[in-house]
């Protein structure tokens, strides 16, 4: 069955980083379209990156929430059936569970919780 399990959450300071990961099985990884989603305290589930199965298709093979826009940049490798967020200059309202999701598939893994505070 397809399985996402999503690691490297944690506690960062306001402008620093964090990169996650998330390693995928189950299903064809090369060709499906991945994203990250990122749900705030109180809030619901929201889209904040995607990536093109090659991320290299054109127009463009990322995409971002502009709140997210300059400071994250999402990645894979295939090879290594795994797909990564680098996140930096981090702030307060970064804070939430990040989840990795297969939007044709309609699965999400069980996230991971980053929180960012001084």
């Known amino acids: 069955q397809v399985q996402l399990v999503e690691s490297g959450g944690g506690l960062a300071q306001p402008g620093g980083s964090l990169r996650l990961s998330c390693v995928a099985s189950g299903f064809t990884f090369e060709k499906y379209v991945m994203n990250w989603y990122r749900q705030r305290p109180g809030e619901t589930r929201d889209w904040i990156a995607s990536i093109s199965p090659d991320g290299l298709s054109s127009p463009s093979g990322t995409t971002y929430a502009d709140s997210v826009k300059g400071r994250f940049s999402i990645s894979r490798e295939n090879v290594k059936n795994t797909l990564y967020l680098e996140m930096t200059n981090l702030k307060p309202n970064d804070t939430g569970v990040y989840y990795c999701?297969?939007?044709?598939?309609?699965?999400w893994g069980q996230g991971t919780q980053v929180t960012v505070s001084s």
């Open positions: 999701g297969v939007p044709t598939l309609r699965a």
